[in-house]
């Protein structure tokens, strides 16, 4: 059940049978151009009306937060981060008006790297309050359910996701582009990845916009084989689908858990 469409008698009843919730965590970032920049939130949206297909009246799904943390893509037009703190700020914010109704357990649907370590240390302000926060990474999920869907930013993983929404949200003429790196530190210092160079045999992280870095912003099209053109919507289906029969199994394995 979606909670924007409960009234609270519903939500009163739901939590005599059940303490949890389902938030769902995005962005709103450069993806390259070949892809929307709200991959981040409209793929685990998408898991999420699958698990309320699923689930139905067995658990509660929030609206999805469509912004993140996303300071390192900032430039590109149209990524808006509302930074670190803020987003721990927000959950905190929400969670715990949502621990005064009496939920306790908290699955934080996550469709974005950077809102990672916020929703982690959001999970150790909840314990303090009596409930209970698990992190549900959605594209490491997958990649672990499948080797052959493993990805990352921008990648084929996040193209299939975005094709199982809506694949004319893809922009096709993008789909083989590949990204240059610019070594914005000078030749001594080669770009190597976002917002790593190369130095003497290994690599050391220098933060910085990653529009600084890169000529479209999307993912390592040259260091990795999660390349876009491999993306097709038969996988994104079957990947969303595998993901919501995932979290089907794991919210009622998760609200068992009494004693923490
Ligand atoms: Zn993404």
Redesign the pocket.
């Known amino acids: 059940m979606f909670l924007d469409q409960m009234n609270y008698l519903e939500v009163e009843e739901y939590l005599k049978h059940h303490d949890s919730i389902i938030i769902v965590t995005g962005s709103t970032e450069n ?1 390259g151009k070949h892809m929307p920049l709200g ?2 939130t409209m793929i685990p949206t998408k898991i999420a009306k699958l698990i309320d297909e699923r689930m139905g009246k067995d658990i509660v799904i929030a609206p999805p937060l469509p912004y993140g943390s996303t300071s390192d893509l900032m430039g590109f037009a149209g990524t808006l981060s509302i930074g670190p703190e803020l987003l721990i700020q927000v959950l905190d914010k929400l969670c715990g008006q949502l621990i005064e109704y009496g939920f306790k357990h908290f699955i934080i649907l996550n ?2 790297g950077g809102n990672s370590k916020s929703i982690e240390q959001v999970g150790f302000d909840l314990y303090k309050q009596g409930a209970i926060l698990a992190r549900v990474d959605w594209w490491l999920i997958a990649g672990d359910l499948n080797p052959y869907w493993k990805g990352g ?2 990648g084929a993983e ?1 193209a299939a996701g975005v094709m199982a929404v809506d694949p004319s949200l893809i922009k096709m003429k993008y789909i083989n582009e590949g990204e240059n790196f610019v070594n914005d530190l000078g030749d001594e210092l080669p770009t190597y990845q976002w917002t790593t160079v190369k130095f003497g045999g290994s690599t050391i992280t220098i933060p910085r916009p990653i529009k600084n870095t890169t000529d479209n912003g999307w993912n390592e099209y040259s260091l990795t084989t999660d390349r876009p053109p491999k993306a097709d919507p038969k996988w994104g289906t079957e990947m969303v689908n595998a993901m919501a029969d995932y979290v089907k199994e794991f919210v009622p394995a998760f609200e068992k858990v009494s004693k923490y």
């Open positions: 993806h991959t981040d469709g974005h930013h921008g996040e």
